[in-house]
Protein backbone atom coordinates (compact mmCIF):
# COMPACT_ATOMS: atom_id res chain seq x y z
CA UNK A 1 0.00 0.00 0.00
CA UNK A 2 1.35 3.37 -0.92
CA UNK A 3 1.54 6.39 1.23
CA UNK A 4 0.70 9.92 0.27
CA UNK A 5 1.56 13.12 2.07
CA UNK A 6 0.14 16.00 0.12
CA UNK A 7 0.26 19.44 1.32
CA UNK A 8 -2.47 22.45 0.84
CA UNK A 9 -5.92 19.55 0.88
CA UNK A 10 -8.09 22.00 2.29
CA UNK A 11 -9.69 22.60 -1.44
CA UNK A 12 -8.57 22.63 -4.80
CA UNK A 13 -6.45 20.03 -6.88
CA UNK A 14 -4.87 19.00 -3.51
CA UNK A 15 -8.30 17.83 -1.53
CA UNK A 16 -9.07 16.11 -5.15
CA UNK A 17 -6.11 14.06 -5.36
CA UNK A 18 -6.53 13.47 -1.18
CA UNK A 19 -9.76 12.11 -1.88
CA UNK A 20 -8.94 9.55 -4.88
CA UNK A 21 -6.05 8.36 -3.17
CA UNK A 22 -7.82 7.57 -0.11
CA UNK A 23 -11.13 6.27 -2.76
CA UNK A 24 -8.63 3.93 -4.20
CA UNK A 25 -7.38 2.66 -0.68
CA UNK A 26 -3.74 4.21 -0.47
CA UNK A 27 -2.49 5.55 3.07
CA UNK A 28 -2.67 9.49 3.28
CA UNK A 29 -1.06 11.99 5.05
CA UNK A 30 -3.97 14.85 4.36
CA UNK A 31 -2.54 18.29 5.56
CA UNK A 32 -3.59 21.99 5.60
CA UNK A 33 -3.08 25.11 7.85
CA UNK A 34 -6.08 24.41 9.52
CA UNK A 35 -6.73 20.59 9.82
CA UNK A 36 -10.63 21.06 10.49
CA UNK A 37 -11.02 21.64 7.05
CA UNK A 38 -8.90 18.16 6.06
CA UNK A 39 -11.20 16.08 9.26
CA UNK A 40 -13.58 15.27 7.01
CA UNK A 41 -11.46 12.92 4.84
CA UNK A 42 -9.79 11.58 7.95
CA UNK A 43 -13.21 11.01 9.46
CA UNK A 44 -14.06 9.09 5.99
CA UNK A 45 -11.14 7.05 5.73
CA UNK A 46 -10.21 6.56 9.36
CA UNK A 47 -7.56 3.26 8.66
CA UNK A 48 -6.03 4.82 6.11
CA UNK A 49 -6.34 8.44 5.97
CA UNK A 50 -4.01 11.42 9.27
CA UNK A 51 -5.02 15.06 9.15
CA UNK A 52 -2.28 16.82 10.12
CA UNK A 53 -1.90 20.97 10.65
CA UNK A 54 0.91 21.79 8.17
CA UNK A 55 2.16 25.67 7.67
CA UNK A 56 4.67 24.74 5.13
CA UNK A 57 6.35 28.04 6.28
CA UNK A 58 6.71 26.63 9.48
CA UNK A 59 9.87 24.14 9.99
CA UNK A 60 8.33 22.86 13.16
CA UNK A 61 5.17 21.54 11.46
CA UNK A 62 7.47 20.34 8.61
CA UNK A 63 9.59 18.17 10.96
CA UNK A 64 6.05 16.80 12.94
CA UNK A 65 4.20 16.10 9.77
CA UNK A 66 6.63 13.50 8.25
CA UNK A 67 7.35 12.35 11.75
CA UNK A 68 3.27 11.48 12.49
CA UNK A 69 3.39 10.19 9.11
CA UNK A 70 6.13 7.61 9.55
CA UNK A 71 5.02 6.94 12.92
CA UNK A 72 1.50 6.07 11.10
CA UNK A 73 2.16 4.46 8.24
CA UNK A 74 6.07 3.28 8.41
CA UNK A 75 7.47 5.78 6.00
CA UNK A 76 6.09 8.09 2.98
CA UNK A 77 6.16 6.83 -0.22
CA UNK A 78 5.04 10.23 -2.48
CA UNK A 79 4.98 13.53 -1.67
CA UNK A 80 3.36 15.64 -3.17
CA UNK A 81 3.99 19.41 -2.45
CA UNK A 82 1.10 21.20 -3.68
CA UNK A 83 0.57 23.86 -1.14
CA UNK A 84 0.62 27.67 -2.24
CA UNK A 85 -1.08 30.86 -3.82
CA UNK A 86 -1.09 33.11 -6.16
CA UNK A 87 0.69 36.86 -5.90
CA UNK A 88 -0.91 40.04 -8.79
CA UNK A 89 1.36 42.36 -8.74
CA UNK A 90 3.31 44.84 -11.48
CA UNK A 91 7.23 44.48 -10.03
CA UNK A 92 7.24 47.85 -9.28
CA UNK A 93 4.07 47.41 -7.09
CA UNK A 94 5.38 43.84 -5.42
CA UNK A 95 5.24 44.42 -1.71
CA UNK A 96 8.74 43.03 -0.37
CA UNK A 97 7.23 41.42 2.76
CA UNK A 98 4.44 39.72 0.52
CA UNK A 99 7.38 38.36 -2.21
CA UNK A 100 9.22 36.92 0.74
CA UNK A 101 6.21 35.30 2.44
CA UNK A 102 5.32 34.14 -1.52
CA UNK A 103 8.84 32.52 -2.04
CA UNK A 104 8.47 31.10 1.38
CA UNK A 105 5.60 29.06 0.75
CA UNK A 106 5.88 28.31 -2.60
CA UNK A 107 9.39 27.86 -3.17
CA UNK A 108 11.07 27.13 0.34
CA UNK A 109 7.68 25.40 1.99
CA UNK A 110 8.56 22.65 -0.57
CA UNK A 111 12.35 22.23 -0.03
CA UNK A 112 11.53 21.74 3.47
CA UNK A 113 9.35 19.25 3.12
CA UNK A 114 11.95 17.70 0.42
CA UNK A 115 14.51 17.42 2.83
CA UNK A 116 11.91 16.14 5.55
CA UNK A 117 11.22 12.55 3.47
CA UNK A 118 14.57 12.39 1.79
CA UNK A 119 16.06 10.39 4.41
CA UNK A 120 13.37 8.27 4.37
CA UNK A 121 13.56 7.94 0.69
CA UNK A 122 17.20 7.41 0.70
CA UNK A 123 17.65 4.57 3.07
CA UNK A 124 14.52 2.48 1.42
CA UNK A 125 15.93 3.47 -1.65
CA UNK A 126 12.61 4.19 -3.02
CA UNK A 127 10.36 7.38 -3.09
CA UNK A 128 8.32 9.82 -5.49
CA UNK A 129 8.07 13.45 -4.89
CA UNK A 130 5.68 15.65 -6.88
CA UNK A 131 5.96 19.58 -7.37
CA UNK A 132 3.18 21.36 -8.17
CA UNK A 133 4.09 24.12 -10.29
CA UNK A 134 2.26 26.54 -13.11
CA UNK A 135 2.53 26.95 -16.88
CA UNK A 136 2.87 30.24 -15.22
CA UNK A 137 6.93 29.39 -14.75
CA UNK A 138 7.31 29.44 -18.41
CA UNK A 139 4.39 31.84 -19.74
CA UNK A 140 4.59 34.84 -18.14
CA UNK A 141 1.75 37.57 -18.26
CA UNK A 142 1.86 41.13 -17.17
CA UNK A 143 1.07 41.10 -13.32
CA UNK A 144 2.35 37.39 -12.30
CA UNK A 145 6.25 38.09 -12.48
CA UNK A 146 7.07 37.02 -8.61
CA UNK A 147 4.13 34.30 -8.79
CA UNK A 148 6.08 32.89 -12.04
CA UNK A 149 9.20 33.55 -10.47
CA UNK A 150 8.48 31.61 -7.56
CA UNK A 151 7.18 28.13 -9.97
CA UNK A 152 10.59 28.81 -11.90
CA UNK A 153 12.35 28.53 -9.03
CA UNK A 154 10.60 25.56 -7.91
CA UNK A 155 11.33 23.99 -11.35
CA UNK A 156 14.77 24.60 -11.16
CA UNK A 157 15.43 22.65 -8.31
CA UNK A 158 13.00 20.06 -9.11
CA UNK A 159 14.66 19.17 -12.08
CA UNK A 160 18.42 19.01 -10.44
CA UNK A 161 16.96 17.00 -7.70
CA UNK A 162 15.71 14.81 -10.04
CA UNK A 163 19.29 14.07 -11.35
CA UNK A 164 20.55 13.95 -7.87
CA UNK A 165 18.11 11.23 -6.33
CA UNK A 166 17.54 9.31 -9.79
CA UNK A 167 20.66 7.21 -8.92
CA UNK A 168 19.15 6.91 -5.16
CA UNK A 169 15.81 4.85 -6.63
CA UNK A 170 14.30 8.23 -6.15
CA UNK A 171 11.95 10.25 -8.97
CA UNK A 172 11.19 13.69 -9.38
CA UNK A 173 8.13 15.16 -11.60
CA UNK A 174 7.16 18.42 -11.79
CA UNK A 175 3.33 19.46 -12.81
CA UNK A 176 2.29 22.38 -14.72
CA UNK A 177 -1.38 22.38 -14.63
CA UNK A 178 -3.49 24.90 -16.84
CA UNK A 179 -6.54 26.54 -15.47
CA UNK A 180 -8.12 24.65 -13.52
CA UNK A 181 -11.49 24.97 -11.58
CA UNK A 182 -10.74 25.85 -8.09
CA UNK A 183 -10.08 29.06 -5.29
CA UNK A 184 -6.77 29.45 -7.21
CA UNK A 185 -7.98 32.14 -8.77
CA UNK A 186 -10.57 33.15 -5.89
CA UNK A 187 -9.76 32.85 -2.26
CA UNK A 188 -6.05 31.79 -2.90
CA UNK A 189 -5.13 34.35 -5.37
CA UNK A 190 -3.68 37.46 -3.48
CA UNK A 191 -2.12 40.85 -4.58
CA UNK A 192 -0.21 44.49 -3.92
CA UNK A 193 -2.22 47.13 -1.99
CA UNK A 194 0.00 49.32 -4.31
CA UNK A 195 -1.39 50.73 -7.70
CA UNK A 196 0.16 52.01 -9.85
CA UNK A 197 -2.04 53.59 -12.96
CA UNK A 198 0.78 53.35 -15.63
CA UNK A 199 0.46 49.80 -15.36
CA UNK A 200 -3.40 49.98 -15.90
CA UNK A 201 -3.48 48.30 -19.53
CA UNK A 202 -1.04 45.38 -18.77
CA UNK A 203 -0.50 44.10 -14.97
CA UNK A 204 -3.48 45.75 -14.01
CA UNK A 205 -6.34 44.06 -16.29
CA UNK A 206 -5.33 41.13 -14.36
CA UNK A 207 -6.09 42.31 -10.70
CA UNK A 208 -8.52 40.44 -9.04
CA UNK A 209 -11.23 42.90 -9.62
CA UNK A 210 -10.88 42.68 -12.59
CA UNK A 211 -10.62 38.90 -13.24
CA UNK A 212 -13.51 37.25 -14.20
CA UNK A 213 -12.00 33.29 -14.80
CA UNK A 214 -12.73 32.19 -11.48
CA UNK A 215 -15.30 29.32 -11.83
CA UNK A 216 -15.44 29.24 -15.64
CA UNK A 217 -12.03 27.65 -16.37
CA UNK A 218 -12.05 24.14 -18.20
CA UNK A 219 -9.69 22.03 -16.08
CA UNK A 220 -11.63 19.39 -13.59
CA UNK A 221 -9.54 18.84 -10.69
CA UNK A 222 -10.90 15.67 -9.94
CA UNK A 223 -9.81 14.46 -13.54
CA UNK A 224 -6.81 15.78 -12.95
CA UNK A 225 -5.97 14.34 -9.71
CA UNK A 226 -6.30 10.78 -11.46
CA UNK A 227 -3.73 11.97 -13.94
CA UNK A 228 -1.64 12.69 -11.53
CA UNK A 229 -2.03 9.10 -9.57
CA UNK A 230 -1.68 7.85 -13.05
CA UNK A 231 1.90 9.50 -13.74
CA UNK A 232 2.92 8.09 -10.38
CA UNK A 233 1.93 4.48 -11.00
CA UNK A 234 3.65 4.33 -14.55
CA UNK A 235 7.12 3.36 -12.81
CA UNK A 236 8.77 6.58 -14.29
CA UNK A 237 6.40 9.46 -14.32
CA UNK A 238 8.16 12.22 -16.37
CA UNK A 239 10.22 14.68 -15.84
CA UNK A 240 7.90 17.43 -16.73
CA UNK A 241 3.67 16.85 -16.65
CA UNK A 242 1.47 19.39 -18.37
CA UNK A 243 -2.15 19.45 -17.22
CA UNK A 244 -5.06 20.65 -18.92
CA UNK A 245 -5.48 21.00 -23.20
CA UNK A 246 -5.11 24.60 -22.29
CA UNK A 247 -1.42 23.92 -20.69
CA UNK A 248 -0.44 21.86 -23.62
CA UNK A 249 -1.55 24.60 -26.29
CA UNK A 250 0.04 27.55 -24.06
CA UNK A 251 3.01 25.92 -23.55
CA UNK A 252 3.51 24.32 -26.78
CA UNK A 253 3.09 27.82 -28.50
CA UNK A 254 5.34 29.25 -26.27
CA UNK A 255 8.30 26.78 -26.98
CA UNK A 256 7.52 26.97 -30.96
CA UNK A 257 7.80 31.07 -30.06
CA UNK A 258 11.01 30.49 -28.36
CA UNK A 259 12.83 27.96 -30.76
CA UNK A 260 12.18 30.77 -33.20
CA UNK A 261 13.89 33.57 -31.20
CA UNK A 262 16.52 31.23 -30.97
CA UNK A 263 17.35 30.51 -34.57
CA UNK A 264 16.53 34.25 -35.55
CA UNK A 265 19.36 35.23 -33.31
CA UNK A 266 21.60 32.38 -33.65
CA UNK A 267 24.68 34.08 -35.29
CA UNK A 268 24.69 36.44 -32.73
CA UNK A 269 24.58 33.94 -29.92
CA UNK A 270 27.74 31.44 -31.36
CA UNK A 271 29.58 35.00 -32.49
CA UNK A 272 31.08 34.91 -29.25
CA UNK A 273 32.62 31.59 -29.09
CA UNK A 274 36.42 31.74 -28.80
CA UNK A 275 38.29 31.35 -32.63
CA UNK A 276 38.22 27.48 -33.52
CA UNK A 277 42.08 26.16 -32.34
CA UNK A 278 44.04 26.79 -35.50
CA UNK A 279 42.37 29.69 -36.82
CA UNK A 280 43.56 33.56 -36.95
CA UNK A 281 39.99 35.55 -36.12
CA UNK A 282 42.05 38.25 -38.16
CA UNK A 283 42.86 36.27 -41.40
Known sequence: MTTWLITGCSTGLGRALAD?????????????????????LADAHPGTALAVAVDVTDPAQVTVAVEQAVGRFGGVDVLVNNAGYGYRAAVEEGDDTDVQQLFATNFFGAVAMIKA??????????????????????????????????????????????????????????????????????????????????????????????????????????????ALISAVGSGHPP?????????????????????????????????TDFAASGTDEKA
Not at 31 to 38: G, Q, S
Not at 244 to 262: K, N
Request: net charge neutral; hydrophobic share 40%; glycine share 10%.
Open 20 to 40: AVLSRGDNAVVTARDPAKVKD
Open 117 to 226: VLPGMRTRRSGTIVNISSIGARFFNPGSGYYSASKAALEGMSATLRKEVEPLGITVTTVEPGAFRTDFAGRSLTQSATVIDDYAATAGKRRKENDSSHGTQPGDPAKAAE
Open 239 to 271: VLLLLGSDAVTVIGDALDSQRAELEAWRDLSVS
